[in-house]
């Protein structure tokens, strides 16, 4: 298979083609420090066997920055060094650190703009990123990605909103004239043996920003500067973003934040048509740099799919990873049914947002860590005898589903749903004994049962079947089905 396939990346080899971006945690203390829980986080990727671990975005200068990373200064060597041997030591994973520079915002809704910034300044932005990733590398990173995507100074840099009238500004070249300096700065000091990616907006996903065409053009010159690999984002930008009162300025409450991370009501593979088209023009310019895509793929299927449509060469996957890290691992062995599947409802990012830890909604109460499989109970899960736990009912518009708790370790359940008699598919998952399909149409049957799960994704065995036969008129009814085979 395609995604469990070697990949190089520049100097690096990756074991497989399964990556996880980086995703802020929130776990980092006010002084940006590497601690136990930070440390644990990112282990659960490496025991998962994900190819590429892509650690948190950390700062590269020393302003405020909040519960986040900071590669500053040489105090912060010592953390990072604990997280990347932790990791090292727990598979062949490959592990790089996110390195970025961001403007001040304030709680006002104030921010500062690329524009505002003086040439002298800016022109420190090498510096700082070649010192942070001289850092990483004695921390034991195997490579950085430089941070040009989303609302960041080097994403403002690139931006079709910098209208700076000096070379830093208005037209493609001077827009890359920076970000190319970093890069190129960054790779002739490093060791030639260490990775250097790059990470950039495909979209920006906002009214006159720049697409997939220009994206295109940015990526051949990063693959020419010598980046290993160049992933993919969209939108995340202070453009379109929503000020509440009293809070900092969030890039990712508007539309473009929605490109960002795709929610529910997306289609799988979102963003996909963004990494395609960026590939191919960097393979119409013989460029061979691998291409990483990511945007709501939530399964080993989807991504080797990807794969095998030649769509990207790394598939990146966040929040299905936070919700399981060990989805690879399980693919591997057979067990993809005891995946804890991602349902894109955004509890992370809305915890992110307000500055709270950011865990996974599937995780069980409280958790701030996936659960490990070795860690699941050999209880079974049973539902209670001698009665049919699930029922439904019709409302306007709506079916509602509720069901009686099982008796055993059960943290969540999956919801599946057949329309007019054809295959089950999952509609949603959920940790609550309840669920509300509000995308039902009139005239149509539905059929419901629910599995439910352990922490570490063991299935139990599912639930009795309910149909709903949703008629012309109010003349809904609901109805148990008696001798149906209910196993999967």
């Known amino acids: 298979m395609k995604l469990l396939e070697a990949l190089n990346v520049g100097p690096v080899t990756l074991p497989n083609r399964l ?35 892509v650690v948190e975005a950390s700062s590269v200068h020393g302003g405020k920055s909040g519960p986040l990373l900071r ?21 062949d994973s490959k592990v790089f650190l996110q390195i970025i520079h961001f403007l001040k915002i304030a709680r006002s809704g104030w ?21 942070a990733a001289l ?24 931006s079709r909103h910098n209208r ?16 190319s300096k970093v890069l190129r700065t960054v790779r002739a000091r490093v060791d030639p043996s260490f990775g250097v990616a790059v990470r950039f907006d495909a979209d920006e996903s906002i009214r006159r920003g720049y697409s997939v065409l220009e994206a295109g053009q940015m990526a051949v010159r990063f ?68 291409v990483l895509a990511t945007g709501k793929i939530g399964s080993a299927q989807l991504a080797e799919d990807l794969l095998q449509r030649g769509v990207c060469d790394i598939v990146g996957m966040a929040r299905a990873l936070l919700a399981d890290p060990y989805l690879l691992k399980k693919f591997r062995e057979g067990r993809e049914d005891e995946t804890v599947r991602c349902i894109y409802c955004n509890v992370c990012k809305s915890l992110d947002e307000n500055f709270n ?6 995780w069980p109460k409280d958790a701030i860590q996936a659960p490990r499989p070795d860690e699941q109970s050999q209880v079974p899960i049973r539902w209670p005898e001698n009665l049919e736990p699930l029922t439904a009912s019709a409302e306007a518009g709506q079916i509602r589903l509720k069901w009686t708790r099982p008796e055993g370790p059960a943290v969540g359940f999956d ?74």
């Open 223 to 290: 693959a020419e500067l010598g980046a290993g690999y160049v992933s993919l984002s969209a939108g995340g930008k202070f453009e379109d973003a929503v000020h509440r009162e009293g809070k900092p300025l969030y890039p990712y409450t508007g539309y473009s934040g929605d490109r960002c991370m795709p929610g529910d009501t997306y289609v799988d593979g979102a963003n996909s048509w963004m990494a395609e088209a960026v590939k191919s023009t960097l393979r119409s310019h013989g460029c061979d740099t691998p």
């Open 19 to 53: 990556a996880v971006p980086a995703m802020v945690t929130r776990l980092s203390g006010e002084d940006g420090r590497v601690n136990d829980d930070v440390v644990d986080r990112y282990v659960r990727y490496a025991e998962g066997n994900v190819g590429l671990i």
């Open 111 to 131: 921010r500062e703009k690329v524009s505002e910034v003086d040439a002298e300044r800016l022109e420190e932005l090498p510096e700082l990123f070649t010192s």
């Open 415 to 488: 919801v599946l749903r057949s329309e007019d008699l054809g295959p089950y598919e999952r509609l949603t998952s959920c940790t609550r004994a309840s669920q509300l399909d509000d995308s039902v149409l009139r005239g149509r049957s539905y059929r419901y049962r629910v599995v439910p799960y352990d922490e570490s994704g063991r299935r139990g065995v599912p639930s009795n079947i309910v149909e709903i036969e949703l008629g012309p008129d109010d003349a809904d009814e609901a109805m148990a089905l008696e001798d149906v085979d209910v196993s999967l």
């Open 71 to 91: 590669v500053s200064d040489d105090e912060f060597i010592p953390g990072l060094r604990q997280l990347t041997s932790a990791c090292h030591a727990a598979s």
């Open 135 to 158: 850092r990483a590398q004695e921390a034991g990173f195997d490579g950085v990605e430089l941070h040009m995507a989303h609302a960041y100074t080097l994403s403002s840099l690139l």
């Open 164 to 179: 700076r009238s000096d070379k830093y500004g208005r037209t493609l070249e001077n827009r890359l004239r920076l970000p």
């Open 357 to 362: 830890t950011v865990v996974c909604y599937l």
